[in-house]
């Protein structure tokens, strides 16, 4: 089976960096993903990290470790659209995702 | 322009009656999936299909069905023995590497009163 782990809710200020995290258990390993989601939309995707390290995109930013089953999500130069639930989603060997119950940002002024 | 849509957007129905949610892509792609999501909760894998004719049960497929005639279509059947079918329902679909994640549709909300 697959556990995905994330923080529920986080609250940040307008133009600080926020940094959520997220941590799996899977057999298969074959990637993991980002999505952003507004309140009632369909989510988008943001990330992909297959390989350790970090992967940069304008203002996103994505951190993954294999063997600590560990990933990060980096937000800078926060904005109030940014609010949003962000979900992580590990992909298997399988080519199925499996994703997190998704944290809630909350942007204030 | 390509993507993915969901019909309806919003669907009532009385309890105990089946229903079917449209999905269509033209964005070629060869793998399509459908997920449930309730409240404050992340997406629940229903059923999923890699390629046409063939469909794979995910982690809640009872109470739902699926077919996959077209590579276009994946549409998703609610039937009468889904205790719980409140809940919003999104499809989407993928390239075979899905290196680039997921194209989703719109979303339908289905609501059973």
């Known amino acids: 089976g697959q556990n995905i782990d994330q923080p529920t809710e986080m609250t940040a200020t307008e133009g600080a960096i926020v940094q959520i995290n997220c941590t799996y258990q899977?057999?298969?390993?074959?990637?993991l993903f980002w999505y952003q989601q507004h309140a009632g939309e369909a989510p988008t995707f943001l990330s992909y990290n297959v390989l350790d390290g970090l992967e940069e995109k304008g203002r996103f930013s994505s951190f993954l470790s294999r063997s600590k089953g560990y990933s990060y999500l980096l937000l800078k130069e926060l904005q109030m659209k940014d609010s949003a639930s962000y979900l992580c989603?590990?992909?298997?060997?399988?080519?199925?995702?499996?994703f997190g119950d998704g944290t809630t940002l909350t942007v204030k002024p | 322009d390509g993507g993915i849509t969901q019909s309806p957007k919003y669907l009532f129905r009385k309890e105990g009656q089946n229903v079917t949610l449209s999905c269509e892509q033209n964005?070629?792609?060869?793998?399509m999936y459908w997920y449930r999501q309730d409240p404050g909760q992340g997406l629940r894998l229903i059923y999923y299909s890699q390629i046409v004719n063939d469909f794979q049960k995910g982690d809640i497929a009872e109470g739902y069905s699926v077919s996959r005639e077209k590579k276009e279509s994946f549409p998703l059947t609610v039937t009468s023995a889904q205790k719980n079918p409140t809940a919003f329902y999104l499809c989407?679909?993928?390239?075979?590497?899905?290196?680039?994640?997921?194209?989703f549709g719109s979303g339908t909300r289905l609501t059973v009163v």
């Open positions: 964005l070629n792609h060869d793998a």
């Open positions: 989603a590990v992909k298997t060997n399988a080519g199925k995702s499996t």
């Open positions: 989407a679909s993928s390239i075979r590497a899905g290196l680039k994640g997921y194209t």
């Open positions: 899977t057999s298969g390993f074959n990637g």
